[in-house]
Structures are given as C-alpha cells and as structure tokens.
C-alpha cells in the first residue's frame, strides 16, 4: 500500500511537471533571440556532496546590569525587535528621585556661575583702575573659578545618574528574535542576571566537516551554492578551522551568508556540492547553460527546427565557466543555450545569432 502510494505521488509530480510545462509554451509568443554553444564531451571534476549544521552568526544572552524589581516587560519569545528597542524595565523610583534633585543643582549652579562671573567682570575693571585691593579681586576671582567647577561637577553627577537609569532599560543590541525570556513582572534580578536571549536570524553559518582535499580547494572569492530547508543561498567560505577529527580526518569550515526576507531555524540542515582534484567524463558546457526551472537544473537544446526542448541534466561539477552534466538524453554535437535562456520556454521558436 505504501509503494503504490508513493508510485502515485511521483505519478502527479510528472503530470504537473507536463501540465506546468505545456501551459507555458502556449504562454510563449514569437521567437527568443538567443546565443548557443555546441555540447562536447570532456573531463570535470565530480562533486560530492556534505551534510552541515546551520547557526545563527549572532546569539547574545541580554542581562541586567542593575539590581531591581521586574515593572515593565515589551517582549514574548518568538517576537521581532529592532536595534535598540527596550525590551525590559527595571524600576528606576529612587534613580528618578535622584536626578529630579540632581537637575535642581544644576540649575542652582548655573544662577551662581552667572552671578560669579558678573562679579568677576565688575571687578576686572575696578582692578584695572586700581579702584580695590588685589586681594579683594583674588577672592572674586577665586568664587568665579569654583563657581565653574561647581557648575561641571553637578552636571556630571547628573550624566553618571543618568546612565544608570537607562541601564534599567535592557534594549535590544541588534536587531533579532527573542527566543527566550527569563523573568516576570515584579521579580527580582541582580546584576549580571541574565533576563532574556536574541539571536539575528538574518546572518547565518553554516558549518561542514570536510576531508583535507576538499578543504585545499575551497576559495574564499568564490560563491558556493548551499542547500537550506525550503531554499538554496549562495554563500561565502569564512573559516576553515586547522584542527580536525583526529579519527575522520576531517576539519571544520564555516560558510556565511545573510538571509534577508527568508528565516531559519538554528541547527538546521545544510548540504553543499563541493570537487576536489579527480577528474571524471561528463558533457561540458559554458555554465551560463544551466538556470534553475521547475526546482531542478535544465538546459535548453535547439533543433534542426529552430525549436527550444528543456532537458533536466544533473551537474556533475564545475571548472572555471565549464560546467560538467549529464542526463539520458544528451548527445554530443548538440546545440545548446547559453545566453537567452532566461527568456526561452519549452516548445518556443528561437533565433540563434551566433550562428
């Protein structure tokens, strides 16, 4: 019952792989101009394929830095923040006492710098005509200069109080997804508590276990194809970690990529196509022959007729713009699309101009 079941669903997935690629010709109107170059048989280096682990690049465990009860939460797990977003309140009672009275002595101070220096310029001039005692304008001059001082001392008490109450506001340090919260309302945390976690879902690694001769001929200029659940990303080499498994000979290599309007969850799957040094028979062909249709690699082969038929190949690998294929239905000689393909359905009349 179960193999008739999954005959059945391969049966559909072929008729709708038809129906979707009839109504398409008809969609097709007049000829596509397109470029094509003829399929040859050569050597290519095969590739094989790796099992990773996705993780997320950015992980932070966001904690308190004051002591203080729980009085406001703006966060639940699973929820998006941006960078800066409060996402938890500590109370701040006592602090906003504090710098209530800490704003009065600065305006306080401010009134006597500026009753100090009106002094302090009166008697400059009655110093100058020798009208007062030198003694009397030190001590004025003195009064001006503490006045000063009094003035930056109090605003720096009020910056200092300041920064710790907005330590009672934990925000968010990028812009993220909750995936954990830690505390209640009206609860107590410490210092150093730690109250929530974010992750960026946006930057990922991928990370894959990869024997030595595949590690020497990974490049970090070049774009790697990766196979992620529901997408593929193009991603760059980051790292390859110079100690291994001592057992399989093999070495940690991390990838990066950014995901922008696509999410994922940590520890996911990744697989990628990597080559090393071997080379094997396949047909070869300029890579731009290649495009993705339908959710598998096609190319588009001409007639006599001048008419385009799709044929799904499998890449074999890749050397440089020579990409390596092979399916059932390939023959050597043929005349294949490698610019235009773009815009060329099934069954459409083409043009070739570098005939």
Known sequence: MVLFTLKGERVI?????????????????????????????G???????????????????????????????????????????????VDSLILDAQINSAIAQVNIAEVELKNAKNDYERYLVLINKKSIAQKTFDDIKLAYELAKQKLYSTKANLKQLTIQRDKKSIK?????????????????????????????????EMT???PLSYVDNLDKKHNYEVVLPNMTVNAQLYAAIPSGDKLTRTFPVRFKTKLYNKFIFDGAQAKVKLSKNIKTNAFIINRDAVIKRFGQNVIFVINN??????????????????????????????NVVVKGNERVFPNQAVKVLNK
């Open 13 to 41: 997935k072929k008729l709708l792989l038809v129906v979707i690629i009839f109504t398409t010709s008809l969609l097709a109107q007049g000829e596509a101009l397109v470029n094509t170059e003829v399929l040859k048989r």
């Open 43 to 89: 050597k290519i280096n095969p590739l094989t394929e790796f099992i990773g682990t996705v993780k997320f690049e950015n992980s932070s465990n966001l904690a308190s830095e004051t002591d203080g009860l729980v009085k406001n939460i703006y966060i639940e797990v699973g929820k998006n923040v941006k960078k800066g977003d409060v996402l938890i309140k």
């Open 172 to 204: 968010a340090p990028y812009d993220g997804v909750i995936v954990s919260k830690n505390v209640n309302l009206n609860e107590w945390v410490n210092s150093g508590s730690v109250v929530a976690k974010i992750v960026n879902t946006k930057n990922i």
């Open 208 to 210: 894959f276990n990869l």
């Open 305 to 334: 007729k001048s008419i385009a038929n799709m044929i799904p190949v499998e890449v074999i690998g890749f050397d440089g713009l020579i990409v390596g294929i092979k399916a059932s239905d390939l023959k050597e000689g043929m």
